[in-house]
């Protein structure tokens, strides 16, 4: 069973810094892709960043230039795969709950199986102007 588990959301002030983590936890062949995603009220859930396993990032352009994303990649006796979303010059616009976002190949019952969807629980980030 795979479970990706956030932390990191807060309340800020604008133009403050918030740090988010998501693990990947359980039986897990690969983690390709980890993104971060996020859905503000009254609004669609959109990309914010996303990066490979090779560390190809990709971002939305209303974030560009002040978040970062970044992964450590599992290694045999080492954790786990974990992404981090630091965000830096945050305004008001950026409040909603991020959601960690996986496209991983899980082992079930000792099969590696085909990477598939994975969504963590979500995580409220608060701006106050």
């Known amino acids: 069973q795979v479970q990706l588990v956030e932390s990191g959301g807060g309340l800020v002030q604008s133009g403050g810094s918030l740090r988010l983590s998501c693990k990947a936890l359980?039986?897990?062949?690969?983690?390709?892709?980890m993104s971060w995603y996020r859905q503000s009220p009254g609004k669609q859930r959109e990309l914010v960043a996303s990066?490979?396993?090779?560390?190809?990032?990709?971002?939305?352009?209303?974030v560009k230039g002040r978040f970062t994303i970044s992964r450590d990649n599992f290694v045999s006796g080492n954790a786990v795969d974990t992404s981090y979303l630091q965000m830096n010059g945050l305004k008001p616009e950026d409040t909603g709950i991020y959601y960690c976002?996986?496209?991983?190949?899980?082992?079930?019952?000792?099969?590696?199986?085909?990477?598939?969807?994975?969504w963590g629980q979500g995580t409220q980030v608060t701006v106050r102007s």
């Open positions: 976002y996986g496209w991983i190949s899980p082992v079930i019952n000792y099969d590696v199986e085909a990477e598939r969807d994975y």
């Open positions: 359980g039986t897990i062949f690969s983690v390709e892709t």
């Open positions: 990066i490979t396993k090779s560390g190809n990032t990709n971002y939305a352009a209303a």
